[in-house]
């Protein structure tokens, strides 16, 4: 699960739209290693919101947490901030300059991602290799509930929400959603989850639920939502439909996504297969809900949305369709 390599390039300021981002601390974040965290912000002139998730790997045991380092670490900080922002990303999602950008005059907010929890834990677990002991604060969850409040603080009453992630952003934009959703009762509000896919039943294996329940304590968050999300975490896409009946929820992947299968111990035909399977028995059956899925083993795609196609659909037109047509022009797209 790749972590944002770019975002946009640094500028000057210019009254309230800037392609300038700047950072914000927010009380009460930390990342793993127990050092305070926050969020990226950049204006814009439309009283819409875009709301990401960023990505970096996960971690549960001290194998992929201490010997792998399979997640992104702490610090995140301005210091790390200002560094990924002062690199270019042209022709991304945050591409302010991209005359088709659906989300080119909203105001961006970035989340960062230090836990190794997909966003969705609030614990504190040691972990030992040898002789080495850690405590490794998975605050995902916790950090996300700061981060939100913050935000709804400057922004009570927005009219439209794009809630956006990427890899382990995209797991915790679709985790989080039921939370952004109640924070802004009376918005026009979009799911938008880029390489995330929570698969059915036990595509996702029950020892890893099992694992990331234990080091995560994800339990309550789901239970909050709907008890039966504990042992099939696609249940989330109907349950949100069903909750939230005007919003209109998408999910990108690649067919044989390299990253995302490894982290779930699959093989590229069986992590296929079960994408598909999703797709097909629970995303499609939904009336808002769709996927534009691509061939290949790629991993991420709303950092290069103007060369991400799919059957001759480019990815950005997509998005302005899922934005403003209605629900018969706006439909899926696969392989």
Known sequence: ???LTALMVMGTGCDKKSVEWSWMDVSGSTCDEGTPTGIGVNLGDSNNLFIFFNGGGACWDSVTCLQLNAST???FTRTQF???AARSSADSIFDRQLANNPYKDWTMFFIPYCTGDLHVGNADAVYTLGSTSKTFHHKGRANTEAFIAHIATSFPNPEQVVVAGASAGGFGATLNYDLIRSTFPHAKVFLLDDSGPLLKNNAISPTLRE?????WNYVPVLDAIDPVLKNDFSALYPVLARKYPNDRMALLSSEQD?????YLGLSATDFQSALRD???TVLEPLPNTRSFITTGQDHTMLFDVVSQRSRGVL???WLNQMQGAS???WSSVRP
Request: charged share 25%; aromatic share 4%; net charge negative.
């Open 278 to 280: 999703l797709d097909a």
């Open 315 to 317: 990815l950005l037109e």
């Open 258 to 262: 390299q990253t995302i299968r490894t």
């Open 73 to 75: 670490h702490g610090p």
């Open 211 to 215: 694992a990331w329940a234990r080091a």
């Open 1 to 3: 699960m790749a972590v």
């Open 82 to 84: 200002e560094a990924l």
């Open 327 to 329: 629900d018969a022009d």
